[in-house]
C-alpha cells in the first residue's frame, strides 16, 4: 500500500543512465526509492549514495532480495525485460496487493510483462521521449519531458501520477503501436544524428576539421528546430526545396556524386522529395517543384538498381 504522502515507495531495476536520472528525479519530489538493481553491484551503490536516504544496492543475482515496493520500474534493456519479468514474478510471489510495475521500453508494450499481470500486480509502461546521456542531466531533463504510457487502467493512474509529480506531461497510445512509436522517436532523434553526421562529412570534403563542422553547423539545427517549436513542418522549411530552385538542386546532385559520397547521395535524394511534398503545401512554384521531384527520383531508383541483392550478395 502507498504511505502517508501517497506517493508510492519505488525500487528501480536496472540502475544505468535512465534508471538513475529516474532514481534521482523520483527522490528530489519525495519519493522513497527503496530499491536499485544493477548487473554490477557498484552501480547500484553508486547510484545510492547520491540519494538522500538509505537505498538498498543489489546485482543482478540479488533479484529475489528487491523490497516488496509498491512500483517497480525495470529499466533494464529491451532483450531482457521478459527475462526479469519472470524472475520478479516468482520471486516476489505472496507479497503482491496492490503493486504495480512498469517498463520503460519505448518499442514493447505492457503485454511482456503478462508474468506479473497473472500473478495481480498492476502493469504497464512509462517511456520518457528524451535522450538521456547521464543520470545527473538526465533527471534535469525529466522535467517538462513528455511520457508515453499505456497498459492497465490501475497502472495507467500511477503512471500518470509519477509524470505529473516530475512536471512531465503524459500522453498514451495502443499497445500494438509502441513499435512504431519508438520508430517515430528513433526517426527524431537517433536518425536526426545520423543525418548531422552525413553533413559533417560532407563538410570535411571541403575543408574543415570535423570539430569545426559541427561547430557550424550546430547553430543552424538550433534554428530549425526553433523554427519547428514555431510553425508546423510544411511552414517550418526554408531553403532549397521550399523555394523550388531546380539549379541548385541540380549542384548540390553533382557536388555530391563528384566527391563520391553515396549515403549522402541517397539521404539527399530521399529526404528531398518528403521536403517536396511540403514545399508544395506552400509554394506556388509547382512546375519547379514536379521537376525537382523527377530528378530527385531518378536518384533514388538509381540508388535501388545499385543495391546488392540482400539474398546473393556476399563480402
Given amino acids: 500500500m502507498a504511505k502517508e504522502n501517497h506517493k508510492p515507495t519505488i525500487s528501480i531495476i536496472g540502475a544505468g543512465r535512465l534508471g538513475g536520472a529516474l532514481a534521482l528525479a523520483l527522490a528530489e519530489k519525495g519519493y522513497v526509492v527503496e530499491g536499485l538493481m544493477a548487473r554490477r553491484l557498484s552501480r547500484a551503490k553508486r ?51 496492490q503493486r504495480t510495475v512498469l517498463h520503460t521500453s519505448g518499442a514493447l508494450s505492457s503485454e511482456v510483462l503478462s508474468p506479473l499481470a497473472e500473478g495481480g500486480f498492476g502493469t504497464g509502461s512509462l517511456h520518457p521521449l528524451l535522450s538521456v546521456s547521464d543520470p545527473a542531466t538526465g533527471a534535469a531533463n525529466l522535467r517538462g519531458a513528455f511520457f508515453c504510457l499505456e497498459g492497465e487502467r490501475s497502472a495507467l493512474r500511477i503512471g500518470r501520477q509519477v509524470v505529473r509529480d516530475l512536471g512531465g506531461h503524459s500522453f498514451s497510445i495502443a499497445p500494438g503501436n509502441k513499435a512504431l512509436y519508438h520508430a ?13 553526421d552525413i553533413a559533417i562529412e560532407m563538410l570535411v570534403r571541403c575543408g574543415l576539421s570535423a570539430r ?12 530549425t528546430v526553433a523554427n519547428l517549436s514555431m510553425k508546423e513542418p ?25 566527391e563520391s559520397l553515396p549515403e549522402a547521395l541517397a539521404a539527399y535524394a530521399l529526404l528531398g522529395r518528403r521536403s517536396l511534398s511540403l514545399a508544395k503545401q506552400g509554394t506556388q512554384r509547382a512546375v519547379e517543384v514536379d521537376q525537382i ?5 531518378r536518384v533514388v531508383a538509381e540508388k535501388e538498381r545499385q543495391a546488392p541483392d540482400p539474398l546473393t550478395h556476399t563480402k
Avoid: C, W, Y
Wanted: hydrophobic share 45%.
Fill in 47 to 97: 547510484l545510492g549514495r547520491l540519494l538522500k536516504r538509505r537505498t538498498i544496492a543489489l546485482s543482478e543475482k540479488q533479484l529475489n532480495q528487491l523490497p516488496s515496493s509498491d512500483l517497480i520500474l525495470i529499466t533494464t534493456p529491451d532483450d531482457v525485460i521478459d527475462s526479469i519479468a519472470h524472475r520478479v514474478a516468482e520471486t516476489q510471489n505472496g507479497m503482491r496487493g
Fill in 184 to 196: 517515430s522517436a528513433v526517426m527524431a532523434s537517433g536518425h536526426l544524428i545520423a543525418l548531422f
Fill in 212 to 223: 569545426r563542422a559541427r561547430e557550424v553547423l550546430l547553430p543552424l539545427v538550433a534554428s
Fill in 234 to 258: 510544411a511552414r517550418a522549411l526554408t531553403g532549397t526545396f521550399a523555394r523550388g530552385d531546380v539549379a541548385t538542386v541540380e549542384r548540390h546532385l553533382a557536388a555530391i556524386e563528384k
Fill in 293 to 297: 521531384f523527377r530528378m530527385l527520383t
